[in-house]
């Protein structure tokens, strides 16, 4: 975060040339690599809520409905809807925070994301920067914590979302340049293309979301990974490459159907055997007491 003046993505990001081959990003491509369910498994923003918590910065409540937002999202993926919900709220909640704040949060968010990266894609990222093409992470989450990641990766750059702070080092709620979500992403990468002469017709894009077909469309070689629905249909039209290895989604996916099933299925259960019953309460016959035995008599008196 810095104070006001407003940047673009290929002012603040610092390249570092890839080892190798010709020289990165004189007119050859480049791979670009969305965060969350693409590089790393689930959501980089459940680490941020659950250091945020710890700092105080926001409730048990909000982090607990954050907790449901990240579940939602290992299932199905993003939506512009929840992705403009939350940031709405993160924007409304640490207004007036100090960025030192904020900063002293990286070390413990860091923690939880780099368990998470799947050894897959760091492959990729290899495998690219072997190749002399320098590699970035473009992602929604916060600018300084998509720098951190990629430093520690030994990536060359990333482009997340800046926060705007004033004058006294406070978060004002307002962005320092573009959300990098959806058109925002695409936006940035070519801005960032053109300043540092990379060819997007070259390059490759990775991500897991719909939300970034304007990304993945911009490149000449874009590869749907851990895909949702609609962006694996897209792939598959298209004859994108597709990446699959997300576990635990698909694992809650399935574990849900099954449940639901077992709940559909003893609640058809039981309302069958319950109506089963009535019935036969409504149309068992009336049945006269017993009468006395045929060999009693009544004793005199």
């Not at 939602?72 to 940031?87: N, P, Q």
């Not at 490759?204 to 939300?211: G, I, N, P, V």
């Not at 694992?251 to 099954?258: N, P, R, S, W």
């Given at each position: 975060m810095r104070s006001s003046s407003r940047s673009t993505a290929a002012e603040t990001v610092t390249f570092r040339p890839a080892g190798g081959g010709r020289e990165a990003g004189r007119d050859g491509g480049a791979a670009f690599f969305d965060l969350d369910r693409t590089l790393m498994a689930g959501s980089s923003g459940l680490p941020w809520a659950r250091a945020a918590a710890r700092a105080g910065l926001i409730g048990r409540r909000q982090l607990a409905r954050w907790?449901?937002?990240?579940?939602?999202?290992?299932?199905?993926?993003?939506?512009?809807?929840?992705?403009?919900?939350?940031?709405?709220?993160?924007?409304?909640?640490?207004?007036?925070?100090?960025?030192?704040?904020?900063?002293?949060?990286?070390p413990e968010v860091l923690a939880g994301i780099l368990p998470r990266i799947y050894p897959q894609m760091l492959a990729e990222v290899h495998a690219h920067q072997d190749a002399g093409m320098p590699t970035f992470i473009v992602s929604a989450a916060g600018d300084e914590i998509v720098r951190l990641i990629a430093h520690v990766l030994a990536m060359e750059g990333g482009i997340g979302t800046a926060y705007d702070v004033d004058a006294e080092g406070r978060f004002n709620g307002e962005l320092r340049g573009p959300f990098m979500y959806g058109a925002g992403k695409v936006d940035a990468i070519r801005d960032f293309a053109a300043e540092h002469d990379i060819d997007l017709a070259e390059s490759?894009?990775?991500?897991?979301?719909?939300?970034d077909l304007p990304m993945l469309r911009a490149v000449g070689n874009p590869v749907a990974v851990n895909p949702d629905e609609e962006l694996a249909r897209v792939a598959r039209e298209e004859g994108w490459r597709v990446m699959r290895f997300e576990q635990l989604g698909r694992?809650?996916?399935?574990?849900?159907?099954?449940l639901a099933a077992a709940v559909v299925g003893v609640g058809s259960h039981g309302a069958r055997a319950y109506r089963a019953r009535g019935e036969a309460r409504r149309i068992r016959p009336w049945r006269p007491p017993a009468s006395p035995s045929r060999g009693f008599r009544a004793r005199r008196s």
């Open positions: 907790g449901v937002d990240h579940l939602r999202f290992r299932l199905r993926g993003s939506t512009d809807e929840a992705t403009e919900r939350v940031l709405a709220e993160i924007k409304e909640l640490l207004t007036g925070t100090p960025e030192r704040d904020l900063q002293r949060l990286a490759y894009a990775y991500s897991d979301s719909a939300s694992t809650l996916a399935i574990g849900a159907g099954l």
